[in-house]
């Protein structure tokens, strides 16, 4: 099987929680990594997600240790839906 990691970023506009971190995050632009795994057997390419992690401190943070946590899909995309209705709100 072959395995495709993709890196992006996510921004959130306040700070949030996620399930998968036991602290309160701050406001930042923060590094996603979602590696999939191909899918064998059909005839077109396809992949299925399999991880989703996310880097803390953010970015714009300088100093301390990075951290990947293993965090749930729903949960993340949960997160930044609130963050991006309280932004919308002001």
Avoid: C, N
């Avoid at 299925?48 to 993340?76: C, E, F, I, K, N």
């Amino acid at each position: 099987m072959a395995i495709r990691t993709i890196e992006t970023t996510v921004t959130f506009q306040r700070s949030f929680d996620l399930t998968a971190i036991e602290e309160r995050q701050p406001p930042g632009v923060y590094r996603l990594i979602i590696d999939e795994d191909e899918i064998l057997g059909i005839s077109f390419l396809a992949y299925r997600r399999v991880a989703t992690m996310l880097q803390t401190p953010a970015l714009s943070a300088r100093g301390g240790p990075v951290q990947s946590h293993l965090v749930d899909r729903a949960d993340l995309e949960a997160a930044l839906e609130a963050d991006r209705k309280a932004a919308a709100a002001l």
